[in-house]
């Protein structure tokens, strides 16, 4: 079974630009892009079979991984416009 790719460079490929700019230059948005990639990492264990944790939680924390994907895309899209 494939397991989907959900990093944020993958997510919003027309960011990649901004992605790499704000992680670097932005602590905020670093901060946010970690907990993101941390928040995916771990589901893709869970997913891959490495961790078993309940289903609640894993549910919790794709939750977690949306609504840090929906503040980031509004952070890029904030950027792309300052930036345009």
Do not use: W
Not at 24 to 34: I, T, V
Not at 64 to 69: I, N
Request: hydrophobic share 30%; aromatic share 10%; proline share 2%.
């Amino acid at each position: 079974m494939s397991i989907e790719k959900h990093d944020l460079h993958h997510e919003f490929p027309e960011f990649s630009e901004e992605i790499r700019e704000l992680k670097m230059n932005d602590a905020h948005f670093a901060k946010l892009f970690a907990e993101y990639h941390d928040c995916d990492h771990e589901i893709n264990r869970i997913e891959q079979g490495v961790e078993t944790p309940s289903d609640e939680y894993t549910q919790q924390l794709k939750l977690k991984r949306l609504t840090l994907k929906d503040e980031l895309y509004i952070y890029l899209k904030k950027q792309s416009a300052l930036t345009s």
